[in-house]
């Protein structure tokens, strides 16, 4: 694959993100362009039409930069329907005892994600969790090896086709087309956690506007994901109905003087604020807005919790990465770290640098899922095992490599 062209179609914002593979395994940005979107609730497309504008406006900025047209696109999917589930796949190897080669890995894949999928659902993605050979379980490379029988457990996301279908129409009204369908956790995790992380197990919290993606990872593998439909823009609200002001007003005070742990800010802290019927701003405790923000965090640390706790797994060699705007308020990484209690957690910003933002800026963690989508691109693959029955992106079900010994 030359390029990625991938769009991050957000509660708050769209992304549009074109990216290179460089030596080492690495990608480089060559361009990125964004527009605000506010047809997307909670990770939904909920206003097909508003939300094509806001593609076009972002693929715009992209294709001006590159003097280019771009028509095809990674795209992430999200909200709570995006779902797992457990499923198991078994060949034999003939003869017997041969040499174990990625086209058997690819088969018995293949038959891990023949489950019943019910027509209200659409196949997102197959990842393998554990291959077993000859009864041997814990085997994550198994090209190579030699075998009678491999068999392997996969991790299947599914989505909702009546979530799916109106971000289909978006990308189409905005005259683009859907090469892949991504989910969003996975996107996210795959934007800010190193190879090692995967390897040797981490959890990526994407709390952005509209809802809070959870990946968990462990040996090489995605085991488990969700979404949870409260984000940043639900703090916001928070304030702007307790504090009595508007919704641009609340947002500036979040940004500027929130924080997530009430109790780091100083008793005699206080902020001007301009409540809604009065025309002068009026001082109030900073610890109060911090209270009420730290109220909403805990929650979602809490739902953040109950999914990893639903992975099975209760610690993380390389912990927690914290990523998405609203993870930038002072103290999250702290207030999370008391919640989960399941390893070190860390801000997390993308592993790539975009054009004309170092990789550290705080702004920068918006952007995770959207280096996610370009990864996920150059590091996937496409079972071709399975007969292709059209162009659509239906017509392919895309993995990860990192379970397998080789790239082809």
Known sequence: MGIATVLDVGSTKVTCLVAEPIAGDGIGIVAVGTAPCTGVKRGVVSDIESTAQAISAAVGQVEGKLGVEVNDFHVSVNGSHVEGSTARGMVPILPRSRSITREDVLQVLNHSRQIPVSDALELLHTMPREFVIDGEHGVHQPVGRTGGQLEVSTYVLTGKREAIEPLERAVGGAGKRVGQLIAGPLASGMGVLSPQDIEFGAVCIDIGGGKTDVAVFSEGSLI???????????????????????????????????????????????????????????????????????????????????????????????????????????????????????????????????????????????FSAAVGLARFAFDSFEDELVPANGQNWQAKVRSLWSMFAAKP
């Open 224 to 366: 488990h994901c969700a979404s949870i439909p409260i984000g940043g823009t639900l703090v916001t609200s928070d304030i702007a109905h307790l504090v009595r002001t508007s919704t641009e007003t609340a947002d500036s005070l979040k940004v500027a003087k929130g924080a997530a742990m009430s109790a780091s800010v100083p008793e005699g802290d206080s902020v001007d604020v301009m409540q809604l019927g009065h025309i002068e701003a009026r001082p109030m405790q900073r610890r109060v807005l911090c209270e009420i923000i730290e109220s909403r965090m805990r929650e979602i640390a809490n739902h953040a919790k109950t999914v990893i706790e639903k992975s099975g797994k209760s610690r993380f060699a390389n912990g927690v990465s914290l990523t998405g705007g609203a993870s930038m308020l002072p103290g999250t990484a702290e207030l999370f770290e008391a919640i989960l209690g399941v390893g070190t957690v860390r801000s997390g910003r993308p592993s790539q640098s975009l054009p004309a933002m170092p990789v550290n800026a705080p702004s920068a963690a918006s």
